[in-house]
Antibody, heavy 122, light 108 residues
Framework: QVQLVESGGGVVQPGRSLRLSCAASGFTFPSFAMHWVRQAPGKGLEWVTFISYDGSDESYADSVKGRFTISRDNSKNTLYLQMNSLRPEDTAVYYCARVIGGYYDSSGFLYWGQGTLVTVSS | EIVLTQSPGTLSLSPGERATLSCRAS???????LAWYQQKPGQAPRLLIS???NRATGIPDRFSGSGSGTDFTLTISRLEPEDFAMYYCQQYGRSPITFGQGTRLEIK
C-alpha cells in the first residue's frame, strides 16, 4: 500500500534552517509529482510547493519563495523540503502529498503522510 | 491567485440530514480542477472529490460534488456520525494551488 512518511521536524530558532524528508513506498515514486502542504496550529491548509515527477519543474507559494527549496532523489524514493531563514509564521505541520495519477496528472491529493511538526521559536 | 471562499463557516446538522457546502472561486477554475477534502482532528486530510464531481477511491456515494466555473458544491446526502469534520475545497488548475478556509460540519 502507498505510504508517505515525513521526518525532520522539530523546534528551530528564527533565521535557522531545517530539512524535511518524505520517504515514499508502495508505488513507483519516480513516476509521480509530489507536493508539500502545511497547516499552522488551529488553521487551514496552505499549499507550499510542487515538484514534477522527474524534478525538472517546481513551483512555490509566494510565502516561501526564495527561502524554501523542494527536491527529490528518485533513487532513494525520497522527497525533501529545505527550509531556510525560518520565521515564526512557518510554524506548522508539514505534509507531503501525492496526486492520483502519474507523470503530468493534475488531480487532487489522494495520498498524504501523517505530517511532521515544525516549530519556529526562540 | 485564485481565492476560494467557503460557506457557511460552520454548519450544524443532525445525523440523517442533508449537508450542502459551498465553495466560490474569485476566478473561473480551469477545467473544473476542484477537489474536496475531509479532515478530522489530528489526522491528515482525506480526498473526497476530484475534478469537481469524481469521487475518490473508497468514498461512499452519499458524497457528491457538482459545479463549474466559479461555483462548486459538496453534498452529503444523509449524514453519518463519522461525517462531522472539517471540509476544505482546493483548486489545482492554476498556480499557486489554493485551499478554501474550510467549513466546520458539527453535530446539532
Amino acid at each position: 500500500q502507498v505510504q508517505l512518511v515525513e521526518s525532520g521536524g522539530g523546534v528551530v530558532q528564527p533565521g535557522r534552517s531545517l530539512r524535511l524528508s518524505c520517504a515514499a513506498s508502495g508505488f513507483t515514486f519516480p513516476s509521480f509529482a509530489m507536493h508539500w502542504v502545511r497547516q499552522a496550529p488551529g488553521k487551514g491548509l496552505e499549499w507550499v510547493t510542487f515538484i514534477s515527477y522527474d524534478g525538472s519543474d517546481e513551483s512555490y507559494a509566494d510565502s516561501v519563495k526564495g527561502r524554501f527549496t523542494i527536491s527529490r532523489d528518485n533513487s532513494k524514493n525520497t522527497l525533501y523540503l529545505q527550509m531556510n531563514s525560518l520565521r515564526p509564521e512557518d510554524t506548522a505541520v508539514y505534509y507531503c502529498a501525492r496526486v492520483i495519477g502519474g507523470y503530468y496528472d493534475s488531480s487532487g491529493f489522494l495520498y498524504w503522510g501523517q505530517g511532521t511538526l515544525v516549530t519556529v521559536s526562540s | 491567485e485564485i481565492v476560494l471562499t467557503q460557506s457557511p463557516g460552520t454548519l450544524s446538522l443532525s445525523p440523517g440530514e442533508r449537508a450542502t457546502l459551498s465553495c466560490r472561486a474569485s476566478q473561473s477554475v480551469t477545467s473544473s480542477y476542484l477537489a474536496w477534502y475531509q479532515q478530522k482532528p489530528g489526522q491528515a486530510p482525506r480526498l473526497l472529490i476530484s475534478g469537481a464531481s469524481n469521487r475518490a477511491t473508497g468514498i461512499p456515494d452519499r458524497f457528491s460534488g457538482s459545479g463549474s466555473g466559479t461555483d462548486f458544491t459538496l453534498t452529503i446526502s444523509r449524514l453519518e456520525p463519522e461525517d462531522f469534520a472539517m471540509y476544505y475545497c482546493q483548486q489545482y488548475g492554476r498556480s499557486p494551488i489554493t485551499f478554501g478556509q474550510g467549513t466546520r460540519l458539527e453535530i446539532k
